[in-house]
């Protein structure tokens, strides 16, 4: 059992729980759920740069990375750096994330926000929309084709972006279908945690160019990203190497300047 496994047995324990404590109609009421979304996906395509900066405060790969930061400067930092969405974990007991963090996030920025969550039910994906995100993330590894296009139809008629994540050609060669906005390939090998940019690179030819295409994990240079944009590569996820600092914004800022040759 790898550490995917153990999150999703936790996952479906914590979304059985809330619904039998929050029907979905209580979250149809939400503010933000019939608000205007932002596309993450039409922000990369047409962007230089491509950064999607993430807020972690800690993962089951490196334990505590900042427990200090609040997420309202984070944000701020973010938009004020030119990033094009920010990733928000929200599953506590793994990464110590919450709904709140998105929706203070929401609160202080006009940024694409993205969901990062381990969805394996439709209901996480109505209270993704009800607390303020503009886009969820899929992953492959711990989802059917058939669920896949489930979850995937309903965020489009929820007008949510949706980014589905692969580790490898199985789950790639599963998951194309047209319901998907953009494609991340995470570069982290999950049984062993070992991260190479190889990962982005061999699948970056089979991913069709209908979707936008996203490295994850392991970018932690401005070198990493100029080696992958020639394979194709419009979207960059980059977490632990912002949020590790004592000033992620800052930190994304001078990135964005580095990148862009400012």
Known sequence: MNILDKIVIDKRKEVNLKKE????????QLPYFGMKTRSLSKKLRASQTGIIAEF????????????????????????NAGVCGMS?????IYFGGSMDD?????ENCELPLLRKEFIIDEYQIIEAKAIGADAILLIAAILTKAEI?????LAKSL?????????????????????LDMLGVNNRNLKTFEVSL?????LSALIPNDFVKVSESGISSVDAIKELQPYGYKGFLIGENFMKTGNPGASATQFIKD???L
Do not use: C, W
């Open 21 to 28: 404590l929050i029907p979905i109609k209580a979250y149809e």
């Open 56 to 79: 972690k405060r800690k993962s089951p790969s490196k334990s505590i990375i900042n427990d200090t930061a609040l997420v309202e400067d984070v944000a701020i930092g973010y938009e």
């Open 88 to 92: 928000i974990l929200t599953d506590e």
């Open 102 to 106: 998105l929706m203070i996030a929401r």
């Open 149 to 153: 296009k489930q979850f995937s139809e």
């Open 159 to 179: 007008n949510l972006d949706v980014l589905l994540e692969v580790h490898n050609e199985d789950e790639l060669h599963k998951s194309i279908m047209p319901s």
């Open 198 to 202: 190889d990962i982005s690179k061999q």
């Open 259 to 261: 990148l862009a040759g």
